[in-house]
């Protein structure tokens, strides 16, 4: 029997590609098939979410059903495995450590002891795959019929000395199940602290660069309008979907990186060599500590 891997897919783009780019990591290291389970995760529809993988060229299979945890019933038999792996040796499952704080940090996965094996969790750190970046930048490469080469931002950043922006609207209260009152005044704080960390970021490269233009990615871009009012160096990117947002970011040339996931892949995956990516100091979107690159420079 061959030796099996698969990833349980879930929450938004971003995380579904550092659930994904771990497990690829984790395949080639211990020569395991990967298989995608794109529904499982998305079972318990808290938010609008969905499996997004498919707009790129990633090579691996979707796995077959009967390897799934689609429903109430096969979850029930999930969480029965998981619970008879915590007495036996070769275990089915691989989760995510998470301290007591709800905090996680790199850990090296050093062993995969079962022909087939689950692998759950965010993984948001490219330490877990950062061996395996020439391989994965390929076959994350947008699908080509999902490319419209008649996109009018296309020629306006590349003919500029373009930044890209990312500004995240409603962070703590876009579930539905979290809009309170606490969590209102989060985004409130979030978003000023935001704000201030792309103005210093602005700053940093009104100085380096020669006639920068600012590209900005949000998704409530009304919101955000008001602080960026100068139309001859900011643009505000208004009606793609998700393989234009990622192509157009492949041709970004720097990166004032948001404290999101989904911007986070933006800029690692852009293979410009000379680029310079930003991120902020004060300011961690993920549980993990270790969720910023040591190359890029906070701000």
């Known amino acids: 029997m061959k030796k099996t891997l698969i990833v349980r897919i879930g929450e938004g783009l971003g995380n579904q590609l550092f659930m994904y780019a771990n497990a690829y990591s984790l395949s080639k290291k211990f020569d395991y098939i990967l298989y995608i389970d794109d529904e499982s995760g998305f079972s318990k529809k808290r938010r609008s979410r969905s499996y997004n993988l498919d707009i790129f060229d990633i090579p691996e299979p979707i796995c077959p059903e009967k390897l799934k945890f689609n429903n109430s019933i096969k979850n029930l038999k999930r969480k029965s495995l998981k ?40 993984y948001e750190s490219e330490l877990y795959f950062k061996n395996y970046e020439t391989d994965l930048k390929k076959n994350l490469e947008i699908k080509h019929d999902l490319i419209s080469n008649n996109n009018p931002y296309i020629n306006l950043i590349k003919q500029s000395n373009s930044v890209s922006i990312h500004l995240r609207k409603n962070r703590y209260s876009e579930d539905l199940n979290n809009q309170s009152a ?110 910023w690159p040591d190359y890029w420079i906070p701000i």
Not at 97 to 114: A, G, R, Y
């Open 83 to 122: 619970l008879i792996d915590n007495f036996i040796s070769n275990k089915r499952f691989i989760n995510e450590k998470i301290d007591n704080n709800k905090q996680t940090k790199f850990v090296e996965i050093s062993e995969l002891k079962s022909i087939q094996m689950y692998i759950e969790g965010h």
């Open 182 to 291: 606490s969590n209102n005044e989060k985004d409130i704080l979030f978003e000023n602290d935001l704000i201030n960390y792309v103005n210093r970021s602005i700053k940093y490269f009104d100085d380096k660069l020669n006639n920068p233009h600012y590209f900005i990615w949000s998704n409530e871009p009304s919101a955000f309008k008001k602080f960026f009012l100068d139309s001859n160096k900011f643009t505000f990117i208004e009606n793609n979907n998700l393989a234009m947002d990622f192509y157009l970011f492949s041709l970004c040339k720097n990166f004032i990186v948001g404290p999101s996931t989904f911007h986070w892949w933006g800029a690692w995956l852009n293979e410009n060599t000379k680029k310079i990516c930003l991120r902020p100091i004060d300011i961690n979107p993920s549980n993990n500590k270790d969720f």
